[in-house]
């Protein structure tokens, strides 16, 4: 496979995965250290500059991508339908954000431009790994960190603005957490006394098994500000 991806780089081919631009970044830095140990001067150093990694490496990396992380992300994904559903006024102010930043076109792809600039959605995101981390199965457990008040102040409650207009940035000792066309949703979520219990399955799931109804959204972009 190594062979195959260097002879397609070497080519000049444009790298589409993520084997593509590692094996990419260690021929940039394979030359670059041969241009420096020749004695050259001068020579731009790559912008990621790492070793050679075997194929038995790169290998074991693939297989913990497709079977280590799987369920991490369900996890995640599972509990961000949910909280989201019991908290209409964040939905809103997350949907506001990414429109705004697509100018209004809800079909715009989102570039790392894009990303970078949604304040609000990645204070969600990073609120959700903390409020509920996947992979708290690992032992010794990272939750209590995640929860430690000291740091979190009211930690069971989900809050995305800790980490604009709080502190929650700075606590960087506590932060231990690891389609193919735009489609746009609105769900019911069926809430139940248990919705926001925790069911350990390899990791953390809502304990009711997240009852979530799915259906075309339907938003009238006019009422946002843009």
């Not at 991490?72 to 961000?80: E, H, R, V």
């Not at 809050?159 to 207009?165: F, L, S």
């Not at 069926?190 to 997240?210: C, N, Q, Y």
Request: contains cysteine; negative net charge.
């Amino acid at each position: 496979m190594r062979s195959k991806v260097q002879a397609n780089m070497a080519a000049g081919a444009t790298p589409t995965c993520i084997v593509d631009h590692w094996v990419l970044h260690m021929m940039e830095s394979k030359r670059y250290e041969e241009r420096i140990a020749a004695g050259e001067t001068n020579v731009e150093k790559p912008t990621n500059l790492i070793r050679d990694f075997t194929n038995e490496e790169i290998g074991e990396t693939l297989f913990t991508f497709l079977f280590a992380s799987q369920d991490a992300s369900s996890s995640a994904t599972t509990w961000l339908f949910q909280i989201l559903a019991q908290r209409p006024d964040v939905l809103d102010r997350l949907r506001e954000e990414n429109l705004n930043a697509r100018n209004g076109d809800k079909t715009k792809s989102c570039d790392l431009a894009m990303l970078e600039s949604l304040t609000y959605t990645n204070a969600v995101i990073k609120e959700l790994l903390r409020h509920r981390p996947p992979g708290s199965m690992i032992i010794p457990s990272y939750y209590p960190a995640l929860h430690d008040p000291e740091a979190y102040p009211e930690p069971d409650v989900f809050n995305p603005d800790r980490w604009i207009t709080g502190d929650a940035e700075s606590k960087t000792k506590n932060w231990l957490v690891f389609g193919a066309a735009a489609l746009e949703l609105d769900w019911t979520h069926h809430a139940t006394d248990k919705s926001e219990e925790i069911r350990v399955f390899a990791t953390l799931f809502p304990m009711d098994g997240a009852q979530l109804v799915f259906k075309r959204a339907i938003i009238n972009s006019q009422n946002l500000q843009m």
